[in-house]
């Protein structure tokens, strides 16, 4: 039986094609993200939809929409199916009526980031690779730490210096080399490029290579799946690197060609991001295809201090094809949600997560969302990891 329905990398710019079996970063023409492309119309015939809820609970019972094609490949934690939740306190301070978060919460190691982490290293395992790279912001680095870890890959992460604790002794726990360095993501990732050129490490940087957001994609087939296929109206998402939205809007599309919705409608998508850092509603509210790198880039939520993202394009591209917005909220707004949310919800979010609370206010006072549609908030980790930042606000 066929394990994994993907059959090439494509460039999401030139839409030059490149093989799954051979190592890839991103196309060297355009340099723009690969994306992979799966045969849907053989999985459409031989995949059946319900079946699926009778596989082993986790990411990998989506195996045939994700790039592995030996099972003895994967190596998982136990990551996927993270629970949706409704938020009715919330909901009904807000006139919502159906409200619900995502909580990411309880994948390993405390965040989204095992789903991108999982696919990715597996494939470099499937392809013979021996070491990987990364800057994060921190729970991208805890994440490949443990993944190369449970693979035997050897590790290296550049972090900004001011990470959380968290982040940093979780990685270096799992054995990876941790070099914490004076700058922010955007200056990690310049020197990951540079060591992995001349050091032969492969570099899972966002949108540097194809898999992380195969991984992440999985988060659109899980959150169709708990709808009964009928997607949610709206869908918050705070916005970083953008491979989670990224990754939600192909499940979007690809469950479509597999015939699985069971209407016509799609979710709006909306990218949140903390106004210090927010090139992404800058340059959608301008109208632009890319966007301008942010200068003096600030925010204490670590994870959407993200000054530009490599597939910047994509991201504006998604949320306008699915007719949503981009939106920027202050660092007070977003961990005077974390407090909210803890206290009426009793959800302990990451201030990333909770940025899509204090949008969601901002949505309700510009009354963008009708009362009655299906929201659909997205939590990336868990607020414990954030400790060293609560003291601030």
Known sequence: MTYSYAIYLECSDCRKQYSVHQIHTFCPDCRAALLTQYDLTAARQHVDREALRARPRGMWRWHDFLPVHDPRNVVTLGE??????????????????????????????????????????????????????????????????????????????????????????????????????????SEAAGMAGEKARAEGWFDVSTFKEPYRLEGKKIMGYEIAEFFGYHLPDVIVYPTGG????????????????????ESEKRPRLVAVQAEGCAPIPKAFHAGAEFCDFWINAQTRASGLRVPKSFADRLILSAIRESCGTAIAVSDEAIFAAQREL??????FAAPEGTATLAGLKELVRQKWLDPDETILLLNTALGLKYLDQLDEY
Request: glycine residues 12%; hydrophobic residues 45%.
């Open 80 to 185: 996927g199916d993270t629970a949706i939740l409704s938020l009715p306190r919330l909901g009904a301070s807000l006139g919502l009526s159906r409200l619900f978060i995502k909580d990411e919460s309880s994948n390993p190691t405390g965040s989204f980031k095992a789903r991108g982490l999982s696919a990715a290293i597996s494939k470099a395992r499937e392809l013979g690779i021996q070491k990987v790279i990364i800057p994060t912001a921190g729970n991208a680095g805890g994440a490949l730490a443990a993944y190369a870890a449970r693979a035997g890959l050897r590790a290296y992460i550049l972090m900004p210096n001011d990470t959380p604790r968290a982040n940093i002794e979780e990685s270096r726990m799992a054995g990876a080399e941790v070099n914490l360095i004076d700058g922010l993501i």
């Open 242 to 261: 953008g491979t989670g939205l990224v990754g939600i809007w192909k499940a979007v599309q690809e469950l479509a060609c597999l015939g699985w919705l």
């Open 342 to 347: 803890a206290r009426q919800e009793g959800i």
